[in-house]
């Protein structure tokens, strides 16, 4: 039988194609961008106050890092990276952790299975975070790591409590991320 004219999709195996591999990542990360917020609603200096107390700067807190969630996750990776310049051995362990990350979490379709067993998401994200914490640390980088990580931790705070919310076109992912109630439809959402 000839297939003269056809464009195979996958392979004759039934496995995705290096191609279809790559097609897809791509469009998971540039699903995943597009909930970055634009800098421009982040960093407007109308939308700064104090908070009225502290009941409000917890809310603030919540509410904005669950809208700018993707913004500020960027801004740690952002300082992270910055602070391993002066390692460059540390460098290379973060963009290698974050590769495996890429791959074994962030673009998988399919469960992980090792060995014949399935292993559940939660595992293999406590099982990279301690990989990726321990290969750091061994690279004797700890303080500027620690350091990197408070000064980020600071900064998010700082900008979630200051950030007023009440300009804010909050939607049900964003406002659900930290009640832990998600989108209809999604893991993270409860029936009703």
């Known amino acids: 039988m000839t297939t ?10 039934g496995q995705p194609t290096n191609l279809e591999y790559v097609t897809r990542a791509k469009e998971r990360i540039k699903a995943d961008i597009c909930t970055c917020r634009p800098w421009k609603l982040m960093f407007n200096l109308q939308s700064f106050g104090l908070p009225a107390g502290f009941a409000d700067a917890i809310v603030r807190v919540r509410t904005n890092t669950g809208f700018f969630r993707m913004n500020y996750a960027i801004i740690v990776l952002l300082i992270l990276f910055l602070s391993l310049l002066w390692h460059p051995i540390s ?6 952790m974050m590769a495996v990350w890429l791959f074994l979490y962030f673009l998988r379709d399919e469960p992980l299975v090792v060995f014949g067993r399935t292993i559940d998401d939660r595992v293999v994200l406590i099982v990279l975070a301690v990989l990726t914490v321990v290969f750091l640390i061994l690279t004797r980088a700890t303080v500027n790591i620690l350091v990197a990580l408070l000064i980020g931790a600071v900064l998010v705070v700082l900008h ?3 950030g007023k919310t009440d300009d804010l076109p909050l939607d ?12 209809a ?3 993270g ?3 009703s």
């Open 160 to 162: 979630a409590a200051m």
């Open 91 to 96: 460098l290379i362990v973060f963009v290698v």
């Open 172 to 183: 049900e992912e964003a406002t659900g991320l930290m009640t832990g109630v998600g989108p």
């Open 4 to 13: 003269y004219g056809t464009i195979p999709t996958s392979s004759a195996q």
């Open 185 to 187: 439809g999604s893991a």
């Open 189 to 191: 959402s409860t029936s």
